[in-house]
């Protein structure tokens, strides 16, 4: 076991709580000096193989030599200009290339940000401009961002609203096909999608208009709500729910998007083609840029009516294309492959050890909750980081596994020998 923070750690951390915002949450007292594929380092020489990707965005993993090569030949061309205002090669070519390997036809456009937050923001902008309608319904347990629009939309923790009200009028949060914790004390498939039903037969008709509703924005398989999978056939029959109410459906692929789930868009498992994608933390192995792709004929508004100053900066529009090219190389299918042993054995422990309430997941974005409080999770988290695993929570008491899609069988073993080392203490 580490003797963990160490002496140098100590002092940044110091430091750290003296300048900088106490609205950043420290998981553990964790300072990194350097990364290389799996692992991190800190500043005191300790090595720890990391599950957690920089909150799934460095997928494939730290510092790629390809992605290193790339980033250093642009930023000898090119480091910033700004894209709303000029175009370039690689902006073109990467809205292209998202055009491409986004679900639906080709017949789609681009706008790129910063942020998940601000592909979620400018979605909710385009809602309202395209469809003139003033409401939008999002689901309970969802995280869509922080800045007002999107936290708005967002329902996963009170700390995330507490002081910030008023928000963004007309949301409506509706429950989450959460089927260990199903809102409606019912079980699937004989539940038949009760939560849908409640939509149209009691949101619809008492606090919410249908025809005043512009979007449904949802995760395909939520993040920090706790890596909550739906069931089969979910996303087919809201799809049909809201088509028929000529309600737009935006995908939320911000964490679980670009090859994470062993496809490309976690949409994809379950054949439904959105009319808005949004995009950010893996598309550029850790570099700052995020993408709104959606169908072109509800991307018509004026010039200037939206923009952002380094949304779309070269390095990282150069880094975007290089991760994406690594995908399609065979990373995704590895996130599939790893992530059926990881999910498997996972399960395994969950047989072993009661206080493992539910494993849950697709590719390597697999979830593990405790049916004890949030205090245990983090004895769990925090004792992982001891051995040298660095795990993060997210929900209420679950533990989000979401390493580097560059993960093999020998990570696996490692991180499963030290993680069940833990629960047996636990």
């Not at 942020?115 to 319904?137: D, F, Q, Y």
């Amino acid at each position: 076991m580490f003797k963990l923070p160490g002496q140098k750690s100590q002092e940044i951390l110091k430091r750290d709580k003296k300048y900088t915002s106490s609205s950043y949450f420290r998981e553990y007292p964790f300072v990194v000096e350097k990364g290389k594929g799996m692992y991190i380092f800190d500043v005191d020489g300790n090595k720890f193989l990391d599950f957690g990707a920089g909150f799934a965005c460095c997928s494939t993993g730290h510092c790629h030599p390809e992605i290193v090569r790339t980033i250093e030949k642009q930023a000898k061309t090119l480091i910033h200009i700004d894209g709303a205002v000029f175009s370039y090669p690689c902006f073109v070519n990467l809205a292209e290339k998202l055009v491409e390997i986004t679900p639906g036809s080709k017949s789609k456009k681009v706008f790129f940000g910063n942020s998940g937050a601000e592909a979620v923001e400018a979605a909710m902008k385009l809602v309202r401009h395209a469809t003139k309608r003033p409401r939008m319904i999002a689901f309970y347990n969802s995280f869509h961002g922080r800045t007002y629009g999107a936290m708005s939309l967002t329902a996963s923790k009170a700390v995330q609203r507490d002081g910030f009200t008023p928000l963004v009028p007309g949301i409506t949060h509706v429950p989450y096909p959460y089927c260990y914790k199903c809102s409606f004390n019912l079980s699937y498939p004989s539940c038949n999608f009760a939560c849908i039903d409640y939509i149209e037969n009691e949101i619809f008709h008492t606090t919410t208009p249908p025809d005043e509703v512009g979007a449904l924005f949802a995760e395909p398989i939520q993040g920090e709500g706790g890596y909550i999978v739906p069931p089969d056939g979910y996303f087919k029959e809201l799809k049909k729910l809201l088509d028929k109410y000529g309600i737009l459906f935006v995908d939320d692929e911000v964490q679980s998007g670009m090859g994470r789930t062993g496809k490309m868009f976690a949409i994809e498992h379950w054949g439904v083609v959105p009319d808005m994608v949004c995009i950010a933390k893996g598309i550029a192995s850790g570099m700052p840029i995020s993408a709104l792709v959606t169908r072109a004929e509800l991307m018509k508004w004026k010039s200037g009516a939206h923009a952002s100053t380094f949304g779309g900066n070269p390095v990282c529009c150069v880094a975007a294309l290089t991760t994406i090219r690594l995908l399609e190389k065979g990373l995704v299918e590895n996130a599939k492959k790893q992530g059926k042993h990881l999910l498997k054995a996972l399960k395994g422990l969950m047989s072993k050890y009661p206080i493992i309430g539910d494993v849950r997941g697709k590719g390597l974005m697999i979830g593990v909750e405790f049916v004890k409080d949030g205090e245990v999770r983090d004895k769990i988290v925090y004792q992982c980081f001891e051995k040298g695993l660095l795990l993060l929570g997210c929900g209420t008491n679950s533990i989000r596994f979401s390493p580097p899609l560059i993960l093999e069988r020998e990570h696996i073993d490692k991180a499963l020998a030290i993680f069940e080392d833990v629960l047996r203490k636990i």
